[in-house]
């Protein structure tokens, strides 16, 4: 597990500052999740923590060490995207085994992994398939089993539910909420899902425009919003 640090953070594109002056420090275990209107830069942060995109200032710390010139591969997390991204000619088994490739993991190691992710996602059935024989359910229990194999010390999950239909995302929320209490790793957890946001979070960040508008638990954003903006994310009645 690992929790991180956010100092003045902000990332531009050319001329378009996207990010501006982030600081924020995400303890160790904890289950943050970032809300925002689209366009604010949630994926961009996610992204920029993942390693995925240069970060333009500032410094981001994952646990001690400062990782802003660390390559991707060599950061400890896993994310979950929207879109499963799941290899169509490879094997829900082999999809699973597929980002443990660059580890030279041992292969009695790699089949350990992939056992406990099927059991723990219950797609032990499933093993053999091709993506293209899955529900969109089962697709995303396999996006997120390939996270887990990794063993990460911390999870980057964007919007990783809002490709399912209503039930099926109650279903997975559920799931997800066991998974966090099961490996207690630090996830920070990108939705536009109001209930999500607020039965899932131990604190929610509320981002608009690049900034940090709001930070705090959900009772917290819920009974004391510091604007109107923040209460019409949050769905509180100020
Ligand atoms: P969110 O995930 O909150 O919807 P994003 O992080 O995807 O927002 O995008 C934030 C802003 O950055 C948007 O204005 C988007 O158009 C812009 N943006 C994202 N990626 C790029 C890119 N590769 N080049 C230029 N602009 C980008
Ligand atoms: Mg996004």
Same mark, same amino acid.
């Given at each position: 597990? &690992?929790?991180?640090?956010? !100092? ?13 002056? @982030? ?7 904890? $289950?943050?999740?970032?809300?925002g209107?689209?366009?604010c830069?949630?994926?961009? @942060? %996610? !992204?920029?923590?993942?390693? %995925?995109?240069? /970060? ?12 802003? +010139? @660390? ?5 400890? @997390? ?37 056992? =406990? &992710?099927? !059991?723990?996602?219950?797609? *032990? ?8 024989? %899955? ?7 396999? &996006? ?6 990794? =063993?990460?010390?911390? $999870?980057?999950? +964007? ?9 099926? !995302? ?8 066991? %998974? ?20 899932? &979070? ?6 608009r425009g690049?900034? /940090?508008e ?8 819920? *009974?004391?919003?510091?604007?109107? $903006?923040?209460?019409?994310? /949050?769905?509180?009645?100020?």
């Amino acid at each position: 597990m &690992a929790g991180l640090t956010l !100092r003045n953070v902000g990332k531009r594109y050319g001329a378009l500052s996207v990010i501006q002056g @982030l600081n924020l420090d995400i303890r160790d275990g904890e $289950f943050l999740v970032l809300v925002g209107p689209s366009g604010c830069g949630k994926s961009t @942060l %996610l !992204r920029m923590i993942a390693g %995925l995109e240069d /970060i333009t200032d500032g410094t981001i710390a994952i646990g001690p060490k400062i990782v802003n +010139d @660390l390559p991707a591969s060599k950061r400890e @997390l896993s994310m979950v995207f929207q879109s499963y991204a799941l290899y169509p000619h490879m094997t829900v088994a082999k999809n699973l085994a597929f980002g443990l490739q660059n580890f030279k993991m041992p292969k009695a190691e790699v089949e350990r992994r992939v056992a =406990e &992710a099927a !059991r723990i996602l219950q797609i *032990e059935k499933l093993m053999e398939r091709k993506p293209r024989q %899955l529900s969109g359910g089962q697709k995303q229990r396999v &996006a997120i089993g390939r996270a887990i194999v990794r =063993e990460p010390q911390l $999870f980057l999950f +964007d919007e990783p539910l809002s490709n399912l239909d209503a039930e099926l !995302r109650v279903q997975m929320r559920a799931e997800l909420a066991s %998974l966090y209490t099961r490996l207690g790793t630090t996830m920070i957890y990108v939705t536009h899902d109001q209930v999500e946001a607020m039965t899932m &979070a131990s604190r929610i960040v509320v981002l608009r425009g690049g900034h /940090i508008e709001q930070v705090g638990t959900p009772q917290e954003l819920y *009974e004391r919003p510091q604007n109107l $903006f923040v209460a019409g994310f /949050i769905g509180s009645p100020k």
